[in-house]
Every structure is written in structure tokens, then in C-alpha cells.
């Protein structure tokens, strides 16, 4: 190796290439065939030799060169990508006799009588993010998330810094333009890891390992995806200049020969009877597998057949998901908890012998409420069923009656309140028993401050479950005013301990893990929330079932908040009971928290504070679901909840919690239950995340 100094332009240039081959080459032996040829020094050692000769020769470094796939660029905001070829899903079936159906559906239009003529390749379904990857002349050049199937994020640089992705591709028979798809996935590992350096920073984990995925991948700063280990698999293929394979499984051939990683447990298959013995075998693979899987994808293998089958709406017929049951596992309950909400409800949480379900370690259950416990006969010490059906939340499902301890004493839920010992009492017609404290108990307080300043609320960041809390228990803030004055009696604090001379106080910048920036940061982010939205003030109050799509409901309806307040002090209902969507139960609740004397008095100090904006109305009554009736459930992907939902609100739908025969459109994210059955039942129009988007006017 020469001296850097002494090398002309041409052999820099030349040898910056050298390295570039070779780190690219060492890559694709180290990460994706798992058989490096390199030590790390050596591999190191390269890398800085590359650096250095960028450094000297900047005009030379090579695009997607190592250098920057180590550093990658920080992106202001993600471009969007259109897709030559829409990325599609597929549709899901859940039992043998439904797989059944699909292979005898397949051979019906096709016109076979029996399937042993065809073949499928059946592949496990990676439970992460799908990607595109467009390569130009074996390089790659852009990079995109399926978006709503025909528009995707640019995610290139994201992309770039993941490992299993080539930079650059070989081979004799690569087409001009390749598009290869596939998942982005968390290995069960890297997520656990990742959840527990999350913990000790204080920040909030992720879910599941596709939720780390998906959070790691959508970084607008590149070298935050690069920090978190993402991993992936290439399945299928987009725009391509030509196509140079007869079939599915001559494809996954192909591109594992170029540098791309696929899937070691893909499989052809020949009859209904090899799928579905496949299905049983990664189902009990599946435990044991890196990676989190929800069920099998089948894909008629060949492109002439796939041809001639062509689409539904937006799924292929020629391929199906066959997912899996909820995962389960078997765990010991510890203790039961009562945990006191906002409203005083008194729910039931199960400490549990931590147990892994599906990768995800999972100590604690909720148990809903008394009526449940009793109904399941669920008692400490029992060993338990716990199931995780993709929701953030684990269920017990049953006890297991036979391994119960012989001392065991069935539950008896408590008639006063764990936490400041006020009674508590059920009402007619309630599922729950609620603490009769108010405000005077400190867990309602607190969850009350929790949910003022919470995201849809005044969302003041800096004010997190842990500050509250502990600002709580030192009488910093104790409700909702305090929050606003604080400021100016953290100054008088301050002024008073200098003007003594003692250095020694509790004013906020003293407080230990904070200084004066922090303060400034959070008086500010305070300082910027004096100004609120109705429906934003309204919600912020935590009436009880007065959500979001509630708050918007009276907003609309009363223009202002004086309007609102002044019927509510008079004991005027009248115009709220008119508002559909708003029934009795809701007006009495409404009515209860004005006729509260402290309650009155902390809005009309609030009000002191803050300025709360008159409604503006930009509901869109002309869009296709304008009035219309939306439920949604499961997990979505790309929205909040509440965004969805405010989304819905702001097209002129209405929201609705349950399903019924009113309903016109369930919205079903991931891992939907029983209302996206009940939808089907009733046959009502079942929308996924991306569709309702598009149905919004929406593709990002
Ligand atoms: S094929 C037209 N193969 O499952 C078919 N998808 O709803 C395109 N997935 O969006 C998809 N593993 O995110 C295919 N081996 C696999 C897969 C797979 C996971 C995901 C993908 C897709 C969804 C289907």
C-alpha cells in the first residue's frame, strides 16, 4: 500500500474502487452468509484507509461508496416514492378447511381437477415492514416503504444502512432495472435488547419487534436506523427491466445468487396436504426461529400460471397468507394488583412470572375487571394461559384448574381503594367499582394530571408519567393551574434562596438530572400550550367518556367554550342531549363535572392561564364518507388511534366504538378481533389501513 501522500489522482481513484469492491464483498460474507473471510482489524483497517483517502481526495469518493453506508446522510423528511408496480397484500385465511378452499379455487380456475399438478412455494411471513429496492445497472438507487401500495416513503438512506441489503449486485444475468421487495425485521433478539437499553434511558419500549422495525426504519436521521440492528428478506420482486426467471422459486434462486438474502426456510410444495404439513411443522418451528413470523404465505410457483390467475381488487389469486393462531404460553400469576385510573376505576392487573410469548417477555396482564376474575375463577398462585394476539396488551385466557394449589382461596376484590382507602362502589349496570375519593386521592389526581397534559390533550412534552408523578408526590403540581404558574413560582423560589444566600434549594434547575436548559425547555413547551383548541381544552378536562371524537362532537356544537360552560353551570342539557352521538349516560357525566364546586373553580383558574380558541370548523362534508359510520380496531400502522379517528372526524364521519347494523365501514389494523368478524357477519365494508387512506384522499 502506498504512502497517501505520494499517490497520484489515478492511483487513489483506483485504489478507492479496490476497497469499495472489497468492503462490499466482505459485507455480503459477513452478514448474509454468515461466513466472514476477513478479521474485524483487517475489515477496519480498510474502513480507514478509505477515509483517509476521501479525505485527501474528496472529489473522489465513490456514490454508495463504504463511507457512506457507515455515515449516512440525515434527511429532513421523507420524499415520496411512487410505485411503478403497486405493491399489493395478500389475503389472509386461518384454518385448514380455508386453505382447502383456496387450493381448490385455484384449481378450478385454472381448470385442473385434481393439485398434485401444481406447485407452490410456500414461504414463512416475515412479521416486519415491507420494502422496495430499485437497483439501476446493479446498483442501488432508491429505496421505499409499501406506503398505501402505490405511493411509499423514500427510505433509501434508511435502507443503505442496512446490512443484508447489497449495495451493489453481480451477476451475468442481472436485469438493467431490478425492484426486489421483501421485509425489513428486528431479530427476537436485537428487539430485547433494544427494549432494555430503552428502559434504562427511561424511555417508552416498543411493543413487539415489528413496531421496533418499523419505528427503526422510519427515522428521518439515517444513523438512528443504522444504531438499531434491522435485518431483512427479499420475497418478490417490482418493476423490472426483464424478467429472467420462469417462477417464484426460480426467482428467490436468482436473487440469493446476486447478494440478497431469502428466506432458509422457503419450501416448494406439491399438494394441499404438503402445505398444510408445512404449516403444522413452522408452527412449532416458529418458537424457535430469530425472527418473529405470523403465519405462511402460499404462492403458485409458477409466472404462467400467476399470470393466468391473475388479481382480486388488490390481492393476487394466486397467493394467500395462511396466518397463525395467537401465540400462547403458560405462566404462574404472582399477585393481583389494583391499579386506580383517572375516572377511579379500579382495575384488576396480574403480576405474572415473566414468561416469553412469541418474543415478547410478558409480566403483567390485565384482568378487565371483578366480574371477569370471577367469571374465569382466576386466583393468585394459579397457573395461567396467556395469549398475545398481536395486541400491545396480553390476556389470561383460562386458569389452569388442575395445577391449582390446594390452599388456594378464590379472589376477593376489595371494596375500598388501595391507594387513599375511600370506598369503592360498583353502580348499577357497571362493570367496574370505582373509588369515591375524587380528587382527594391521590391516584386519580395524578392520572388526571397524566391525562391533562397527555398528547391529545394540552400535550406538553417534557411532562412525562414520571415528572408528573414525582412532581405530584412533592406538591410541585397537584392540579391542573399549577402547571401554568409554575414558572413564576419556580422564579420566586430561586429569587428568595439567592436573596438568603443558600444555594441549597429545590428550585427546578437544583433538581438533580436537571439544569437550567432543561427548565428553559420545559417552561417553554408550557408557555407554548397557552393557547389550546376547544376540542383539545375540553378533552384535557377528563370527563369521564368524553374522549377525542366526543370533545370534537361539543366543540362543533358550541362554537366557544363560555357558550359551552355557561349551559353547563345553569344546568342547561338540553342542546347537548340534541347532539347525536351524545346520549344520557354521557350528559350526566357532563352535567356531574360542572356541578363539582372544585371542579368549576380549577376550569375558571385554568381559564386564567390559557386562552382556548373558538371552534373552527374544516370538517370536509363533501368527502366520500362524509357522514358516514367508521369503526376501527386492531393495530394500525401508520396512524395513531386518535389520528385515525380525528382523520374520520375531520371527513365528516362519525366514530363509533362498537359494530353494528349502522355501521358503514370497520377499519381494521392489525391483529383486528371479534368486531372485524362481526363486520364480516354483517356484511360490512372491511377496509384495511391504506384503503381507508385512500378512501381519506390520502397516499403518502
Ligand atoms: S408476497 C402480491 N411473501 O405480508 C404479494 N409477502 O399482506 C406480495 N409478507 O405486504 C407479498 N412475508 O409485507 C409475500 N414471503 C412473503 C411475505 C410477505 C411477509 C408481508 C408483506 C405483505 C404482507 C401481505
Known sequence: MNDIESLTKEQAAEELKRIAEEMAKADIAYYQ????????????ALKRRNELLEKKFPELKIENGPSVRIGAAVRSEFGKVKHKIPMLSLGDIFSEEELSDFTASVNRFLGYETDNMITYS?????????????????????GATRGDGATGEDITENLRVIKDLPQKIEGKDVPEILEVRGEVYM??????????QYETEGKKAFANPRNAAAGSLRQLDANITKERKLSLFVYTWGDVSEIVWKSQSEFLEKVRGWGFKTNPYNRICHTTRDLSDYFEYLLKERANLAYDIDGIVYKVDSLELQQRLGFLTRTPRW?????FPAEQAFTKINDIRIQVGRTGALTPVADLEPVNVGGVIVSHATLHNEDEIKRKDIRIGDTVVIQRAGDVIPQIVEAVKDKRPPESK?????QTCPMCGAHAIREEDEAVRRCTGGLTCPAQAIERLKHFVSREAFDIEGLGAKIMEEFYNEGIIRNPVDIFTLERRNQKLRDDL????????????????????????????INGRRDISLPRFIYALGIRQVGTATSRLIAKNYGSFEHFRDDMVHGRTEKLLEIDGIGEAMVNDIAGFFAEEHNLRTVNELLEQVKVEDFVDDTDYNSPIAGKT????????RLTRAEAKAKALSLGAKVAGSVSKNTDYVIVGADAGSKAKKAQ?????????NEFLELAGQSV
Open 498 to 525: 439567592f436573596a438568603a444566600l443558600d444555594d441549597g434549594g429545590i428550585y427546578l434547575e437544583n433538581r438533580e438530572g436537571w439544569g437550567k436548559k432543561s427548565v428553559e425547555n420545559l417552561f417553554r413547551a
Open 122 to 142: 410456500a414461504e414463512p411471513k416475515i412479521d416486519g415492514l415491507s420494502f422496495s429496492a430499485r437497483y439501476e445497472n446493479g446498483s442501488f438507487v432508491r
Open 319 to 323: 397467493a394467500i397468507a395462511h396466518k
Open 410 to 414: 378464590e379472589y376477593e376484590f376489595p
Open 33 to 44: 452468509n454468515d461466513d466472514p473471510y476477513l478479521s474485524d482489524a483487517e475489515y477496519d
Open 187 to 196: 431479530s427476537k433478539r436485537d428487539f430485547l435488547e433494544l427494549n432494555r
Open 681 to 689: 357477519e354483517l356484511g360490512i365494508t372491511v377496509l384495511n389501513e
Open 630 to 637: 367508521v369503526v376501527f380496531t386492531g393495530t394500525l400502522e
